[in-house]
């Protein structure tokens, strides 16, 4: 079945980097359809000289020029069911250089929402826009020193629809929502470490 000789390891290396003239191939890519022994040479040899091209300097010119693979690939496909390693080892580092260069959707910028305290005497609840990213920037004139802070966000009933650390710079307290909130009147109630109830803002969202 298999023709012609198996091919020397000198063969192998010269058709891997090319070096054969093309007539004079002809018998040899013809055995290298059929000798599963000399694809595996021809694999290895080629899978060495793809990592020594991509550890040179010249990547991107190697990549210009075809594989031994993508020449014989063709004929190959019709006795080979299964992808080749080599193939299946490059198509996955293409693969994940696309994933790593891919832009990322910038993230919509939250509404800034500066709230006064309601003990502050702020005549009504600011509107926010339902369901997109929220900065509160809560007036924290005189408001007890902590450790650290908590922002509860409560609904009409009582029941706690987001918590999130707050943080403090001079007399404001920033609090992030960045998933917002559904419509609705809300109560955003600030926490000192001990969860003791420091001071409550209203807003409603629509
Ligand atoms: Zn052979």
Sequence with gaps: MVAGAHLTEEQIEQYAMGKLSPNCCEDL??????????QL???ETDTYLVH????????LEAKEQPSVWDNIRGGL????AKPLPVFAGLACAAAIAIVLIAPRPSPESP??????SLRGGQAE??????KRAIQFSLDATGLPESPSY???????????VHEAPATRSNETVAVRSAAGLPAGKFMIRI???KLELLREYAISVK
Excluded: Y
């Design 77 to 80: 496909s019709q006795w080979m």
């Design 52 to 59: 020594m091209k991509a550890a040179s300097a010249r990547v």
């Design 29 to 38: 890519e013809e055995h290298l359809l059929i000798c599963e022994s000399c």
């Design 125 to 130: 609840a600011p509107f926010v826009e339902a």
């Design 111 to 116: 509404q800034q929402v500066t709230l006064e």
């Design 191 to 193: 926490l000192d470490s």
């Design 41 to 43: 040479s021809l694999e």
């Design 150 to 160: 908590t922002a509860n966000i409560v609904d009409e009933s009582g029941k706690l």
